[in-house]
């Protein structure tokens, strides 16, 4: 005993800062933890279960944990499509679009436009220096001068016919010279015109290439020192506008007798998935692609947003004479036997099961026609969860 109490009288300093720095290492442990051991308690969601309120009408308390995984949301009215969604391709409105080349030969050397830059009419995109216009114009300034010098001489000629000073024969030389002259005078001036058909502004042998109509330049085949001629396979600028767009619509032949000019067409784009688009029927299809079996149907589309652009593959939906209904995802749908149904919240938290006559199904969304109205919030997902928790509580009944 007395051997443990001389332990203890000199080591208890030791035990005692030991026991401290356990104690300090203890409390940092717990600071610096991984946060997964920690354990978050939402005080706000509830586990309680639902209250079947009705016959197919279930109720769930504020805050339950359920709501987290069902949406809704009000579905307008919308026409019904003959068909489903179609492939289609957004293209220039060549009603407003210029594609603009050269009917002489020559060599750029200034570009005035950019792609993107919004121009005028008459605004300039290219200088080109062209020796079609100078071997024009001279032709023509020598046409011009001999014309003027044969009709001199058939003057002079004139004032010697009553006189007799001058032959018959010499009379009629004279007048069908200067009839030549005038003939290659109208020759040269019609040569100018060929090559110069839009009044393009000249300066000498320079051309100012301007563009014919307002709009934006979509395209850019002009480069500097570019040498140009009529038979070019490109344009060197195209200018159209751009809140005027074609829509083609590859039909199937099988539909050509369901459509008609003036029909409306709804548009669905990847780039824009929220935004709905629409476009009118303006062409039929006259031939019928022998690989395809379709037939190209043209659409006038207004893009005053500027959102679309060419070259976009879109969805389309011609919507014609097949009455109203409610578009809502297949996965809203619950099949039971025969029947259709729905989930339509009508208070918050608060939904019934409602029967649907479906007067168009497609592979990813269907037309309600009868036991929907319009903006009514019908649920669009979560409706598996609904249903089984009224299956379920029906069981325990």
């Given amino acids: 005993m007395q051997f443990l109490n001389f332990f203890y009288s000199k080591n208890k300093k030791i035990i005692g800062l030991s026991l401290v720095i356990f104690l300090v290492f203890l409390l940092v442990w717990l600071l610096i933890k991984p946060a997964k051991h920690l354990v978050i308690i939402d005080s706000t969601a509830t586990n309680a279960a639902p209250e079947i309120i009705a016959s197919g009408a279930i109720r769930y308390a504020a805050g339950a944990a359920q709501l987290s995984m069902i949406q809704s949301q009000p579905i307008p009215m919308s026409a019904v499509p003959i068909?489903?969604?179609?492939?289609?391709?957004?293209?220039y409105d060549e009603e407003v679009t210029a594609r603009i080349g050269v009917s002489f030969s020559g060599r750029i050397i200034a570009l005035k436009a950019a792609p993107g830059d919004v121009v005028k009419a008459g605004q300039a995109l290219a200088i080109i220096d062209s020796p079609d216009f100078g071997t024009a114009f001279a032709d023509l300034n020598k046409a011009r001068a001999d014309e003027k010098r044969k009709q001199l001489a058939m003057k002079r000629a004139k004032d010697l016919v009553p006189g007799e000073a001058i032959s018959t024969r010499d009379w009629e030389a004279v007048q069908a010279d200067y009839a030549q002259a005038q003939a290659e005078t109208a020759r040269a001036e019609q040569r100018l015109k060929?090559?110069?058909?839009?009044?393009?502004?000249?300066?000498?042998?320079?051309?100012?290439?301007?563009?014919?109509m307002d709009g934006v330049v979509t395209e850019r085949n002009a480069t500097p020192s570019l040498e140009v001629s009529p038979g070019m396979a490109t344009p060197l600028f195209v200018v159209t506008d751009p809140k005027r767009l074609w829509l083609s619509i590859d039909l199937p032949e099988s539909l050509l007798g369901q459509i008609k000019l003036g029909s409306a067409v709804a548009?669905?784009?990847?780039?824009?998935?929220?935004?709905?688009?629409?476009?009118?029927?303006?062409?039929?299809?006259?031939?019928?692609n022998p690989n395809t079996r379709r037939a190209s149907v043209l659409a006038s589309l207004d893009n005053s947003a500027g959102k679309?652009?060419?070259?976009m593959f879109v969805r389309a939906s011609i919507l014609q004479n097949n009455g109203e209904g409610v578009r809502v995802p297949n996965e809203s749908i619950m099949i039971r036997g025969i029947y259709s149904y729905v989930f339509v919240e009508t208070n918050p938290g608060e939904f019934s099961l409602r029967q649907v006559k479906l007067v168009k199904r497609g592979?990813?969304?269907?037309?309600?026609?009868?036991g929907l109205k319009g903006n009514e919030r019908v649920v669009t997902k979560g409706a598996l969860l609904l249903d089984a928790e009224i299956l379920s509580r029906a069981g325990e009944k």
């Fill in 83 to 91: 068909a489903d969604q179609l492939s289609a391709r957004i293209t």
């Fill in 194 to 212: 060929n090559i110069n058909p839009h009044d393009l502004a000249i300066k000498g042998q320079r051309v100012t290439l301007a563009s014919p």
């Fill in 267 to 288: 548009l669905l784009s990847d780039a824009y998935p929220e935004d709905r688009f629409t476009a009118k029927i303006i062409q039929l299809g006259q031939v019928i």
């Fill in 308 to 311: 679309l652009l060419p070259e």
């Fill in 363 to 370: 592979i990813d969304f269907s037309f309600v026609g009868e």
